[in-house]
C-alpha cells in the first residue's frame, strides 16, 4: 500500500541540538524559516527541565512509533515526523502524531514553566534529531536548559554556520490528523481525576502487550483507576493499552492524572501536569483507527457562509484560550454561530482544542490548507454527486428532509433531521455515523445548505 504525500521545503539555519553553555545546557530549536521579520518566536529558560525535556522527549518517541500495521503493510522504516510547534500568546505547544495517526500528543508550556519571552506568534516546524533525542532523555531538575526557537545567527558559534535545506515529505494523513483530532477533543467530557499515586499504581497494572482486536474499559476503583473487559456504565473504552504505557515515566513528575472521553467512546484523552507543564495523549479507540482516517469534520468542510468564516478568522489573534463571547461581541453574533464556525475553522487547521481550558486555541499550519478538500474522498464524491444533478429533494416536513441520491447501482434514502442524518447505504449501516457522515449524507448537506431559509426549515 503505497502513502501520499504533501512535499514541503523547510530551510534549517543549523541542526537542533542540546550543548554545554556557560550557563548550562542550552536547548537550540532550529525552525523552519518561514516568517523572515521574526527569526524568533520564543527566548527563555525552563524552569521545570526535567519534566520538559522528559516530555518532549516522549512526543519524540510517539511521532516515530507505529502501534498498529495493516496486514498489507510490510513493516518498514519510517520518514520520522517533526514536531508543530505554536507560539501563541504566552502558551508555547509541541504537537505531533504517531506514524499510524492513532495517537495524538501535544506539550503544553505555560509561563509558569519558563523564564523568557514570545517575541512573535507564529507556527513552525522543527528538526527533531536524534542526538537532540539522546540529550533531552537526560535533563535533570539542576541543569539550566534555555529554549530558542527561531533562527538567530549568534547561534552559529556552536559551529553549525550554513543554513541546511531539508525537504519534508508530509503525509497527508498527519495534515487530516490534525483537522479530525480537533473535531473529538472538542466533544469529549471530563471522566476520571486521580493523584499521582494511584496513577502510577494504574499505569503499572497495564498489560504490555494487547491482543490488537482487544478492548478494554478503564473504570473508577476505590480512589484510582483499573482495566476491565465489561463496561459497569462509567467506563472509558480503550483499545491497544500499549499507547498508554508511554506515559509510566512521567507520571512520577506529574500532579496526578485527567482523562477526558467522548459519550460515544471513540476516543479519549489522558492528560498529566506538571507545575505549569502539560502532557496531553489523545488515543483513538482502536491503534488501527487512525485520526486521518476518520470523517469527523467532513459537515464542517461543507460548511460555506465564506462571510462567518472569514469575520471569526480576523478576529483570531493567536489566543492561546479563544473566549467565544468576546469573538461573538466582535463579530455581532451569537455564542452557537462562533461555536459553528470554529468548528469549520478547526476543519482547515487554523484553531485546535485544549481540554484543559475548555477552549480552542489559534493556530496556523504549515501547511498549504487550501489541500483540504482533496484529501477527502468522500467530500469529493459528495460534490460530484451534486455537480451531476444526482440529489433530489423528495419531500420536506417539520421534522426532517428526505433526499434520494444516486448510488452505484440503486438510489439511496437520506433523511435530514434538526439533530442527526441517515441513509440507506452500506457505509451508513456499519458505522452508523461514528466515522462521519457517507458521501450521501453529505451531497444531501450540500443542497440544503444552497436551499432558500424558508424551504430548508419546512
Known amino acids: 500500500m503505497s502513502e501520499s504525500y504533501v512535499d514541503y521545503l523547510y530551510r534549517y539555519p543549523f541542526a537542533s541540538s542540546l550543548a554545554a553553555a556557560t550557563t548550562g545546557n542550552e536547548l537550540k530549536l532550529a525552525a523552519s524559516e ?9 527566548e527563555g529558560s525552563l524552569l521545570q527541565p526535567r519534566a ?5 522527549f516522549i512526543l519524540s518517541r510517539i511521532v516515530s512509533t507505529r502501534f498498529y500495521i495493516p496486514p ?3 513493516k518498514r522504516m519510517l520518514l520520522e515526523r517533526d514536531p508543530v510547534i505554536t507560539c501563541g500568546a504566552e502558551m508555547l505547544r509541541f504537537e505531533g502524531f504517531s506514524a499510524c495517526c492513532s495517537a495524538y500528543a501535544r506539550v503544553d508550556i505555560s509561563p509558569d514553566a519558563y523564564r523568557g519571552r514570545i517575541v ?38 556552536h559551529g553549525f554556520n550554513k543554513i541546511e535545506e531539508k525537504k519534508v515529505q508530509l503525509p497527508t494523513r498527519w495534515i487530516k490528523g490534525f483537522v479530525e483530532v480537533q473535531a473529538y477533543q472538542s466533544r469529549m467530557e471530563k471522566r476520571f481525576s486521580v493523584g499521582r499515586v494511584e496513577s502510577i499504581r494504574f499505569l503499572r497494572s497495564l498489560p504490555s502487550s494487547t491482543n490488537v482486536k482487544s478492548s478494554f474499559y478503564v473504570i473508577p476503583s476505590g480512589k484510582g483507576l483499573r482495566i476491565s473487559q465489561r463496561n459497569d456504565g462509567s467506563g472509558v473504552r480503550v483499545g491497544g493499552t500499549e499507547r498508554l504505557l508511554l506515559l509510566k515515566d512521567l507520571v512520577p513528575l506529574s500532579d ?41 469534520v467532513l459537515n464542517e468542510l461543507t460548511f460555506t457562509d465564506t462571510e462567518k468564516l472569514s469575520s471569526v478568522r480576523s478576529t483570531l489573534k493567536w489566543q492561546s484560550c479563544v473566549d467565544i463571547g468576546e469573538i461573538a461581541r466582535l463579530n455581532g453574533l451569537n455564542e452557537d454561530a462562533v461555536r459553528q464556525t470554529l468548528s469549520a475553522l478547526g476543519s482547515r487547521g487554523l484553531v485546535g482544542f485544549d481540554l484543559g481550558r475548555g477552549a480552542y486555541f489559534h493556530r496556523e499550519l504549515p501547511f498549504d490548507m487550501e489541500l483540504i478538500d482533496d484529501m477527502h474522498p468522500r467530500l469529493k464524491n459528495a460534490r460530484k454527486l451534486v455537480d451531476k444533478d444526482d440529489v433530489k429533494l423528495k419531500s420536506s416536513d417539520l421534522e426532517s428532509l428526505q433526499f434520494e441520491v444516486r448510488g452505484t447501482d440503486v438510489q439511496h434514502t437520506v433523511k435530514i433531521f434538526s439533530t442527526h442524518s441517515q441513509c440507506t447505504c452500506p457505509w451508513y449501516s456499519k458505522y452508523q455515523g461514528l466515522r462521519g457522515p457517507c458521501k450521501h449524507i453529505l451531497a444531501a448537506q450540500i443542497v440544503v445548505d444552497g436551499l432558500p431559509e424558508s424551504e430548508a426549515n419546512r
Request: glycine share 10%.
Open 120 to 157: 512573535s506568534h507564529g507556527t513552525t516546524n522543527v528538526d527533531f534529531n536524534t542526538v537532540m533525542r539522546s540529550a533531552l532523555a537526560v535533563v535533570r531538575d539542576d541543569d539550566r536548559v534555555s529554549m530558542s526557537i527561531g533562527a538567530d545567527g549568534l547561534e552559529l558559534k
Open 256 to 296: 496526578g492524572l485527567t482523562v477526558f472521553a467522548r459519550p460515544d467512546g471513540e476516543a479519549s484523552e489522558w492528560r498529566l501536569d506538571c507545575a505549569g507543564v502539560t502532557f496531553c495523549l489523545t488515543i483513538s479507540s482502536e491503534p488501527s483507527r487512525g485520526f486521518s482516517g476518520e470523517g469527523q
Open 34 to 42: 518561514q516568517q523572515k521579520a521574526f527569526p524568533h518566536f520564543f
Open 52 to 56: 520538559t525535556a522528559l516530555m518532549l
Open 72 to 74: 498489507n503493510l510490510l
